[in-house]
């Protein structure tokens, strides 16, 4: 069952049921006035009756020789009193003497009298009024009964009664015509509910449309248009929006990375297959005996190539270990003395440069000490190689930052390449002029960030080089 079908069921339902209860209440609301109104009237007719009864001029037939009560009489030998002709004629009245014999009828005849129970007339006689329903003229008729009291002593029982028919075809009717409405009413609702669920309901199934074509053309590009209001539905569609602009995010990323594998694993088949082919043909160079003299040539050359793939599978192994998020240590670091110390060993790489080193004093930040030496050994390294010159070591504290600069004054990077220094085998020069692998920047980048660290490159071409190094500061 669908949600929308359920939904209108829903709808359905509760006004079903408001329409019940709101019949119901209707329905005895309608009863109990019509039942009220009627015992009203009653009451006021046989009041008016016992006024009658009790005046000078009624008239009581004497009971026979035998002393059984006479025979009824009509109401215009019973009175003179004109209130028996103004007596409503849809009233059915009779006067009983206190045993409950009939007294006096409109027509006077013994087949007039109304049906009295023996517990009717013990309360009647104990002065107390009775009501009760029975069958008169094939008609379920009410009938009100009350005594006539004089001196304490019970001497009438007046009856006024009145046919229920006409209130039981009123209430039929209004039974017959709420259910003709609310089954009106219920269809009507049924099909606007249908509507308006639909409605409500398409923002969903435009997202049910929307994955599903994603599902099957994989263009995390599309997205769902919902122009109402910023209600549970909107909240939804923004929502998936929401969720496919990640989605995209996270696929493009993934996208990117297996491109970014496909070119590592390319570039390191490319700096394995150099060395590996020098290798190959020197071996085939020796199987010839070729003069001494050419053999050491050989070897050292061997040798050398042997030493620059040590020095490229060193480096993998320290950019996997990067990549694989290798604990660093969390400690307080004296960023001064591993500067100066750093700067102390790159001397000894190249005697003949200057490298300076303008350091504050008390810069500490929380990292591995270890780490950051070889970030800044890559630094150093990197302006040893590419520039002739001095080369510049700064660190300072900037803000709630601290700030390590290794600045170089050679031919620097053109604009268009400085975004690529830190892509894994990037080198902006060519190959055969630029020595090492292009995977030294990808690692220092790698170290820095797993330090809460950021590192970016400044250059202009004709001036130099500056890397620099931001670390969190420890206060």
Not at 354 to 374: R, S, T, V, W, Y
């Amino acid at each position: 069952m669908s949600i929308r079908l359920r939904f209108t069921l829903l709808y359905t339902i509760i006004l079903t049921l408001t329409l019940t209860i709101f019949g119901v209440a209707l329905y005895t609301i309608q009863a109990q006035d019509t039942l009220r109104s009627l015992k009203q009237d009653l009451t006021q007719g046989a009041n008016r009756l016992a006024e009658v009864a009790l005046r000078p001029d009624s008239h009581r037939p004497p009971p026979d020789a035998q002393g059984s009560p006479p025979p009824p009489i009509p109401f215009d030998q019973f009175s003179n009193d004109q209130a028996f002709q103004r007596f409503p004629e849809r009233d059915i009245s009779r006067i009983l003497d206190a045993n409950g014999n009939l007294v006096s009828s409109p027509f006077g005849r013994a087949e007039d009298a109304l049906p009295l129970s023996a517990q009717g007339l013990k309360a009647l006689q104990n002065k107390q009024d009775w009501w009760e329903t029975n069958v008169v003229s094939e008609e379920n008729t009410l009938i009100y009964s009350r005594p006539v009291i004089v001196n304490d002593k019970v001497v009438y029982i007046v009856q006024d009664a009145r046919p229920l028919t006409e209130r039981d075809r009123t209430l039929q009717s209004l039974v017959t015509t709420l259910l003709i409405v609310s089954s009106l009413i219920t269809l009507i609702a049924f099909g606007i509910g249908w509507v308006l669920s639909g409605i409500t309901l398409s923002p969903i199934h435009r997202i049910t449309q929307t994955a599903q074509t994603i599902g099957d053309e994989r263009d995390f590009t599309s997205r769902v248009t919902y122009t109402g209001p910023p209600d549970e539905v909107g909240q939804l569609a923004s929502t998936f929006n929401a969720m496919l602009s990640r989605l995209q995010d996270a696929f493009e990323k993934v996208g990117h990375s297996l491109q970014m594998q496909r070119d590592f694993v390319a570039d390191v088949s490319h700096e394995l297959r150099t060395p590996l082919t020098t290798l190959r043909g020197n071996l085939g160079l020796l199987r010839r005996n070729p003069p001494a003299e050419e053999q050491a040539d050989i070897l050292n050359d061997m040798e050398a190539e042997s030493d620059r793939l040590i020095r490229l599978v060193n480096d993998l192994l320290t950019l996997a270990r990067a990549d694989a998020g290798r604990a660093l240590a969390k400690e307080s670091v004296d960023v001064s003395s591993t500067v100066e110390e750093t700067c102390r060993q790159a001397r000894q790489l190249d005697p003949q440069r200057q490298i300076q080193a303008e350091l504050a004093p008390n810069l500490k930040i929380q990292g591995d000490k270890d780490a950051l030496k070889q970030i800044l050994l890559i630094g150093l390294d990197n302006a040893l190689k590419h520039s002739t010159g001095n080369i510049n070591v700064m660190a300072k504290q900037k803000g709630r930052l601290i700030e390590i600069s290794v600045q170089d004054f050679g031919e620097g990077i053109p604009a268009d390449k400085l975004d690529h220094v830190f892509d894994r085998f990037y080198r902006g020069d060519d190959i055969s002029t630029s020595p090492g692998f292009g995977l030294g920047l990808p690692i220092a980048k790698s170290l820095v960030e797993r330090q809460a660290g950021r590192i970016r490159m400044e250059s202009e071409p004709g001036k130099g080089s500056m890397l620099v190094i931001n670390f969190p500061f420890m206060g």
